[in-house]
């Protein structure tokens, strides 16, 4: 196995293991990005920018975009710009939800985004999010993480159930509540969990004002297979992505054009808040960078027309037991490079246009491509590609490395794409 690229898979399970949620991916890519030499701007404050400054803003805790300037004004050259999310699917709490049942406290949830419902059950989960706190200088945030494991959804046995292997359909209310113990010790059962919190967080129950928290697997990644040519960890949609473009961006020294980093939340629930791809954040920015560079209007829309967007997100590696499930003109395959999304109908981004620019980064990054188009009779997924590429005016490819078992607890990929995936957007930076 690439040498490089196993370093970098270990770098890319050790960003995942530490964020279990959207808050802890945004604040870990801060961090890189912070030892980069790059500067927290806030959206609140009249900005004064500096040609070859880096400059970094955040939304909701949970979204980021981070810049370089380039010694060309972007209305020039136009705006390098790489996107990807930093949510995924999700058990998130119920907070006022604790209730005993056959002498157990169980908690409900809601389903965030579109997981695979049966594989959170049996596995270790922990819980990890944001909450809101009361303070002398009003309402604050502070990022949680119980860590340990503190609860489980257990399956019901097969002689309870015989249809199980058949396919069983997990109803969320009722079949989804997270066992948190069995316990026969007097509880208030509305502020139980407020305090366990309050505990965490290192802060006064009667503080917590209302708890944005999620459950998570905390079984760590790892490298596997023969060769230990596979990732397998949870996240890898879209975390792998964000790895990516993080470590391209910081990588990239001068350049030329405006480097643009995006890291949206909420894709998976299709990007419609203040912090998703389908907001105003992106388009603000880019507008205010050039305001601040002594650009009108129309240099804004001058630099739009420049631009190129990589919106980089999972696909689906054909599957060696669902072989029917792809067109097998259009199935990519594992540890083969990046592929380039395609849709007839825009549920992808690309055009053949951004296809060929994208292929000759490749083949400027000495990178293998594949391609993916859905079978003809099913229909495809989307990404934050259409709707950026719709609301900025802005030429944009839809790529992702191939991937098995997208939105389940673990997913998986190859080692190689990663390293591939990674000298293609860093080329795309240079
Ligand atoms: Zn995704």
Known sequence: ????????????????????????????????????????????????????????LQRNNSAVIAFQLGSEKPWQSGFNIAGAHTDSPHLKL????????????????????????????????SLAGR???????????????????VGFIPNLAIHLNREAN???????????????????????????????????AGVNADSILEMDLFFYDTQKGAVIGLDQDMIAVG???????????????????NPQQTNIGVFFDN??????????????????????????????????????????????????ALHPNFTDKHDKSYAPLLNQGPVIKMSANFRYATTAETAGRFINLCNKA???YQKMANRS???????????????????TIDVGNPMFAMHSIRESQGTLDHYYMTKVISEFYK
């Open 1 to 56: 196995m690439n040498n490089k690229a196993n370093i970098l898979a270990k770098d890319l399970i050790t960003f995942i293991d530490s964020s279990p949620v959207s808050y802890f991916a945004a604040s870990n890519i801060i961090k890189e990005l912070e030892n980069s030499g790059y500067r927290s701007l806030n959206e609140g404050d009249k900005w004064k920018l500096e040609a070859g400054q880096k400059y970094y």
């Open 94 to 125: 119920k907070n006022e939800s604790l209730t005993k049942s056959a002498g157990c406290l169980k908690v409900s949830v809601e389903t965030y985004g579109g997981g695979i419902n049966s594989t959170w059950l049996d596995r270790d989960l």
């Open 131 to 149: 909450i809101s706190i009361n303070t002398e200088n009003g309402v604050q945030n502070r990022l949680v993480d119980f860590k340990r494991a």
């Open 166 to 200: 058949a396919g069983f359909e997990y109803n969320k209310q009722t079949h989804l509540p997270v066992i948190l113990f069995g316990s026969d010790k007097e509880i208030d059962e509305k502020n139980y969990l407020k305090e366990l919190v309050a505990v965490e």
């Open 235 to 253: 996240r890898l949609d879209n975390l792998a992505m964000c790895h990516c473009i993080y470590k391209s961006l910081t990588a990239a020294d």
């Open 267 to 316: 894709e998976e629930i299709g990007s419609r808040t203040m912090m998703g791809a389908d907001s105003n954040f992106l388009n603000s920015l880019l507008e205010r960078i050039i305001f601040a560079l002594g650009g009108d209007l129309e240099d804004s829309l001058r630099a739009k027309h420049h631009s190129f967007l990589i919106s980089a997100d999972g696909a689906h």
């Open 366 to 368: 000495d990178v293998p």
């Open 377 to 395: 009779d099913l229909p495809s997924g989307s990404t934050i590609g259409p709707t950026s590429s719709a609301s900025l005016g802005i030429n």
